[in-house]
C-alpha cells in the first residue's frame, strides 16, 4: 500500500513538474503546497507507528515466528509492545533485529524500541533509555540429572566448563567465577547450543535465565535446573536516550498494566508467571528503586559498566590479547592445513585422472558453494552424534577444508601458468613426472601463488571470527562482549582493529619480503 | 656406417589435420643433417616424435636399437631410455625462468644422472665457455638476448650427453655472424661422433654446414 501511494505521489510530482513550467505562479504555488502535505501526510503516517525490534531466533514464549502464520511474530514480548504502543496510540510495526545488534538498532533510529527478553544491564541502564522492568528472572544452573547432587551452584564446577550466551548478564557472572572458583567460562551465540552441548557433555552446567532453561528442560531429558538462583535480574524495554519521553509513557502504559493485571494475564497465558513478579511490580507501582542485577550470594558487581571506560578497558585488555592470541594460533594452524591439503587438491586435479578429478571437482565445488558458517556448523554440532570435536579442533579444521577449496583453485591456476614449453623441456632432458613437478613446475607455481596465498591468509585471519559460533572466544567475539558490557563500541572497535591490524600487517611486510626472496635468482 | 634413427611410415594426425604421412628417412651416426621445408610442413613434429612428445598413428621410430611404436602411450622406462639418447632445443628454447643460467646446465645432470654439483658446474661451465656464454651464467633467462638464450639452451641439451642432439630452427633468431658461429659449433660437435638433426628454412645455412638434407612437403619426405 505504502510502496503504491508513493508511486502516485511520483506520478503526480512528474506531471506537475512539466506544469509547472507553463501554469501561472498561483496555481504552480498551489502545486508545491500539495506535494508538501503529501510528503507530511506520509511522515505523520510513520511517526504513528510504533516500530519495536525484536530476534524471532529468540523463540517462545519472548518472540517467535507464528507457527500459524510465518509472516507474523507471537509471543509475550509481541504481546507487550501491542501493549504500549496502544497506549501511546500507536501502531505496532515489528523489525527484525539479531539479539546482540538491537541496541545498536535502537541507538541509530532504526527502531523506537527493543523488546526481545533484554536484559536489565548497568550498561543499558547508562547508555540507553531503559523502560522500568516488566518480568523479574533468575540467572539458575543447570546441569547433567547425573551431577545434580554434586554441582548444587557455580563453586563447585572448579575446572569445569560452563555455557551460557555471550554478552549476557550470565556470562558477565561466569567471567567473575572463572576468577573465583577457577571455572571456565563457555560463550554460545544462541541458547539451544549450550544445552545440547551439556547432554553431550561439552560443558558440565549452562547458567541462563529461568526462562530459558524451563524451555528447555521441557524439550530435553537428563537435564536439572538447580533450585536456588544464582542471582536475579529483568527484562525490559530498551530505547535511546534521546527518546526519554516515550520511554516516561511506556512506563505509565506498563505500570498502569502491573495494577490491573494485564502483565499477570500475558505471562499466564505465556506459562511464566511466578511469585516473583507481584513483589516486583508491587515496588515498581510504588516507584521504589530496583537494582538491576542481585548477585544470590556475593558483593560481586556486574558489568563493567560500573567502572570507568578505563578501568573498563584496562579489565578487558588482557582477555582481547588472550582471544587475539587464539586467533592468531587458530589461523595460522587453519591455513597450514589447507596449504597443505590445497596442494594435495590441486595435484590431483591437475595430473589425477578422470574419477579423482571429477571428486576433487566436486568437493571444490562444495565448498566454495556453501556458507563457511554452515559449514562450521556441520563440523561442530552436525557430527557431534558420530564424532564429537572439541570446539577449537572443529574450528580449525572448519576453516582448514573449506580454505583448502580456494587455495587448491590458485594452485592448480599456478601450476597451469608453467609455460608447457618448460615442462616438455625438462622432459626431454629425461626428468620424470615428480621431478618436473618438484624442480620446475613447483618452485615457478609456487612464485606464482605467494601473493594471493598472503591475501587469503589476511582474510582467514578476519574470518576466523566466524568461529566465535562454535564457542571459541576469538578476538571479534570479545570485542562483542566488551562492547556489550560497556554499552559502546567505540574504544572496544578501536583496539579490535589495532590488534587486527597489528597481526595482519606484518604479514603483509612477511609475504613481500617472501616474494622479493623467490623472485630472486635461484643460484 | 651403422643406422642410427630410422623413422619408417610415420603418419600422425591431430584431429581433421593430417600433420604427417608416410614420414621415412634414417641417419647415420654422425654429421650434420637439415630437414627442410616450409612453414607448416610438419618439420617440428617430427622431431617431437622422435623426442617422445608426440604420439603417433602409424609407423615407427628406431633410435640406436630403441624402438617406439605407433598408437602406444610410451611407456616411462622407454621414455627414460630413449631421452638418454636424444636432447632437443626448442625453436624458443623454454629455458627455466627461475633458474640461472648455470642452473639451468647443471639441473639435468645432477638430477637425471646423479653427478655431484661441484663436477656439473664444472662442465657446465666448461660448456658455457665453449659456447660463449659463460659470462651470463649467473643471469635469468629474462636477462639474456635470443642469441644467449639458445647458447644457453643448447648447453643445457648437451649437458646431458645425448648422441643425437635436435635442434628446431635454431638459426631463426640469429643474425648472419652468430649463424656462422653456429654452424662451427656444430661442425665440430658433429666431428665429437655425435649426429645432429635440425630443422631450417634457411638454404645457405643448410647448404653450408649440412652434411645430409632432407626435404619435408605436405608432411612427407621427399
Redesign the interface.
Known amino acids: 500500500m505504502k510502496q503504491q501511494s508513493a508511486r502516485r505521489s511520483l506520478l503526480f510530482s512528474l506531471r506537475r513538474r512539466f506544469a509547472f513550467s507553463l501554469c501561472p505562479f498561483p496555481l504552480s504555488l498551489c502545486c508545491f503546497a500539495s506535494a508538501l502535505l503529501l510528503f507530511y501526510s506520509s511522515a505523520q503516517a510513520k511517526q504513528q507507528e510504533l516500530r519495536w525490534a525484536g530476534d524471532p531466533e529468540g523463540g517462545a514464549p519472548f518472540v517467535e515466528a507464528d507457527p500459524t502464520d510465518p509472516n507474523k511474530v507471537t509471543g509475550f514480548d509481541v504481546e507487550i509492545a501491542e501493549l504500549i504502543a496502544k497506549g501511546v496510540s500507536r501502531t505496532p510495526r515489528f523489525l527484525f533485529a539479531p539479539y546482540a545488534s538491537i541496541d545498536q538498532a535502537i541507538e541509530r533510529g532504526t527502531a523506537d524500541i527493543g523488546l526481545s527478553g533484554m536484559e536489565d544491564t548497568p550498561a543499558r541502564r547508562a547508555g540507553m533509555a531503559t523502560t522500568i522492568p516488566y518480568y523479574a528472572f533468575r540467572e539458575v544452573l543447570a546441569v547433567r540429572d547425573a551431577d545434580a547432587g554434586t554441582f548444587r551452584r557455580l563453586a563447585d564446577l572448579k575446572g569445569r566448563r560452563v555455557g551460557t550466551l555471550g554478552g549476557t548478564i550470565a556470562y558477565e557472572i561466569l567471567l567473575q567465577a572463572e576468577r573465583r572458583y577457577g571455572l571456565q567460562a563457555v560463550s554460545y551465540d544462541d541458547d539451544v547450543h549450550p544445552y545440547s552441548d551439556l547432554s553431550l557433555g561439552r560443558v558440565d552446567g549452562v547458567l541462563l535465565d529461568n526462562v530459558l532453561a524451563e524451555r528447555r528442560r521441557k524439550t530435553m531429558s537428563g537435564i536439572t535446573v538447580q533450585p536456588d538462583p544464582v542471582a536475579t535480574s529483568h527484562y525490559v524495554g530498551v530505547l535511546a536516550s534521546r527518546n526519554a519521553s516515550l520511554r516516561d509513557a511506556a512506563n505509565e502504559v506498563l505500570r498502569t498494566a502491573m495494577g490491573d493485571g494485564t502483565l499477570e494475564r500475558i505471562f499466564r497465558k505465556w506459562g511464566v508467571w511466578n511469585d516473583d513478579q507481584p513483589a516486583l511490580y508491587a515496588r515498581l507501582i510504588a516507584r521504589q528503586p530496583v537494582p538491576p542485577v542481585a548477585m544470590a550470594d556475593s558483593d560481586g558487581t556486574i558489568g563493567v559498566a560500573t567502572l570507568s571506560r578505563w578501568q573498563a578497558t584496562l579489565r578487558y585488555v588482557p582477555s582481547l590479547i588472550k582471544a587475539a592470541a587464539v586467533t592468531l594460533v587458530l589461523s595460522c594452524l587453519s591455513m597450514a592445513l589447507a596449504v597443505a591439503l590445497g596442494v594435495l587438491i590441486a595435484s590431483g586435479r591437475v595430473y589425477g585422472t578422470a574419477v579423482p578429478r571429477l571428486v576433487l571437482t566436486g568437493y571444490v565445488e562444495l565448498m566454495r558453494g556453501t556458507p563457511v558458517l554452515l559449514q562450521l556448523f556441520v563440523i561442530y554440532y552436525g557430527l557431534a552424534s558420530v564424532i564429537k570435536l572439541p570446539a577449537f579442533v572443529a574450528a580449525l579444521l572448519g576453516l582448514a577444508l573449506n580454505y583448502a577449496a580456494y587455495e587448491s583453485e590458485i594452485y592448480r591456476g599456478a601450476l597451469e601458468a608453467v ?1 608447457t ?2 615442462l ?9 613426472e615428480r ?1 618436473v613437478l618438484q ?2 613446475r613447483g ?2 607455481a609456487f ?1 606464482i601463488a605467494l601473493a594471493p596465498m598472503t591475501n587469503d591468509f589476511v582474510a582467514l585471519l578476519k574470518d576466523s571470527s566466524l568461529v566465535s559460533v562454535l564457542t571459541v572466544v576469538e578476538l571479534t567475539k570479545q570485542t562483542q562482549i566488551f562492547a556489550t558490557n560497556l554499552g559502546s563500541w567505540v574504544i572496544p572497535g578501536t583496539l579490535c582493529a589495532t590488534i587486527y591490524l597489528v597481526m595482519s600487517l606484518p604479514l603483509g611486510a612477511l609475504a613481500r619480503r617472501l616474494e622479493r626472496h623467490w623472485k630472486a ?3 | 656406417m651403422t643406422t642410427m634413427l630410422q623413422v619408417r611410415d610415420l603418419a600422425l594426425r591431430r584431429g581433421d589435420r593430417t600433420i604427417l604421412s608416410d614420414t621415412s628417412f634414417s641417419l647415420s651416426g654422425g654429421g650434420v643433417a637439415a630437414l627442410m621445408g616450409p612453414s607448416g610442413s610438419g618439420k617440428t613434429t617430427v622431431l617431437r616424435a622422435i ?3 608426440e604420439r603417433f598413428e602409424a609407423g615407427t621410430i628406431v633410435l640406436n636399437g630403441l624402438t617406439l611404436k605407433a598408437g602406444q602411450r610410451h611407456s ?1 622406462d622407454a ?2 631410455k630413449l ?2 639418447q ?3 632445443v ?1 625453436q ?1 628454447h ?7 643460467a ?2 639451468n646446465v647443471t ?2 645432470p645432477m ?3 646423479g653427478v655431484p654439483a661441484r663436477f656439473a658446474e664444472r662442465r657446465a661451465r666448461e660448456l658455457l665457455e665453449v659456447l660463449g656464454v659463460e659470462h651470463r651464467a ?3 633467462p629474462r636477462e639474456l638476448s635470443g642469441g644467449e638464450a639458445q647458447r644457453v ?1 643448447i648447453a ?2 648437451l649437458a ?1 650427453d645425448p648422441p643425437l642432439l635436435m635442434m628446431d630452427e635454431p638459426t631463426a633468431s640469429l643474425d648472419p655472424s652468430r649463424r656462422h658461429e653456429l654452424g662451427e659449433l656444430l661442425s665440430r660437435l658433429a666431428d665429437q661422433n655425435r649426429t645432429i638433426l635440425l630443422t631450417t628454412h634457411d638454404e645457405d645455412f643448410a647448404s653450408r654446414w649440412a652434411t645430409t638434407r632432407l626435404r619435408v612437403n605436405n608432411g612427407v619426405v621427399v
Request: proline share 5%; hydrophobic share 50%.
Open positions: 609455460p614449453g618448460q616438455e623441456a625438462a622432459r626431454t632432458l629425461g626428468f620424470s621431478q624442480l620446475v618452485p615457478q612464485r635468482p635461484t643460484v | 623426442a617422445g612428445l616411462g621414455l627414460k631421452r638418454r636424444v636432447g632437443l626448442f624458443f623454454h629455458l627455466f625462468e627461475h633458474l640461472t648455470l642452473r639441473l639435468a638430477h637425471v644422472l649467473s643471469a635469468l639452451a643445457r641439451a646431458v
